[in-house]
């Protein structure tokens, strides 16, 4: 299992071009260390997350806790970011990880069992689910976005959108 995590680390998520406004629009972009105080600036700080990858692990959330998972072709991605083993915090890489082993169709018996090329595709797969589900995240993202334009805007509401998320009756 612990191979099998390591290689799961060493893969690159990506997202949906789809939702690359969207991304922008949640996720800091400049160095907001260094700050004239204009409008536009303060505007930056104020954002929900720091990267696009706190991003992605909060959209994957999301999609998770809504059981909510959609289709999703690499061919169809946005910008690469990094990769998920320089992502923090670790708990929260972890508990990912771990969710997606629990949601995957693997059966964990035979998760100890993998050859190395084996552990590859599976990690593979694994980061396919997440991907899976992060756009099913930032689907309702979205959704929430387009009926409350303003929602994400407020730092607070992050929490409380994924708080009150309930599986979707699919």
């Given at each position: 299992m612990e ?6 680390l ?12 969207l991304?922008t629009?949640?996720?800091r972009?400049?160095?907001?260390s260094?700050s004239l105080g ?9 954002k ?9 692990m909060y ?9 909510n ?5 690499r061919g ?5 970011f990094?990769?998920i083993?320089d992502?923090k915090?670790?708990?929260i890489?972890?508990y990912?990880f ?6 995957g169709?693997?059966p ?7 050859g190395t090329?084996?552990?590859d ?5 694994l ?6 589900y992060?756009k099913g995240?930032f689907?309702?993202?979205?959704d ?5 334009p303003?929602?994400?805007e407020?730092p ?5 959108f ?9």
């Amino acid at each position: 299992m612990e191979k099998l995590r390591i290689k799961f680390l060493e893969k690159v998520a990506l997202y949906p071009k789809t939702y690359e406004e969207l991304v922008t629009r949640l996720t800091r972009v400049g160095d907001v260390s260094k700050s004239l105080g204009t409008n536009e600036e303060q505007f930056e700080r104020g954002k929900a997350f720091g990267s696009v990858y706190e991003c992605f692990m909060y959209a994957t959330m999301v999609g998770i806790k809504a059981r909510n998972s959609l289709p999703f072709e690499r061919g169809a991605a946005g910008k690469k970011f990094l990769p998920i083993k320089d992502w923090k915090p670790d708990a929260i890489v972890q508990y990912l990880f771990m969710s997606l082993l629990a949601l995957g169709d693997f059966p964990l018996s035979d998760l100890e069992a993998l050859g190395t090329d084996a552990e590859d595709k599976k990690a593979s797969e694994l980061v396919n689910l997440m991907e899976c589900y992060a756009k099913g995240g930032f689907e309702l993202m979205s959704d929430k976005r387009k009926a409350s334009p303003q929602f994400f805007e407020s730092p607070s509401n992050v929490v409380t959108f994924l708080k009150e998320m309930k599986p979707l009756n699919n």
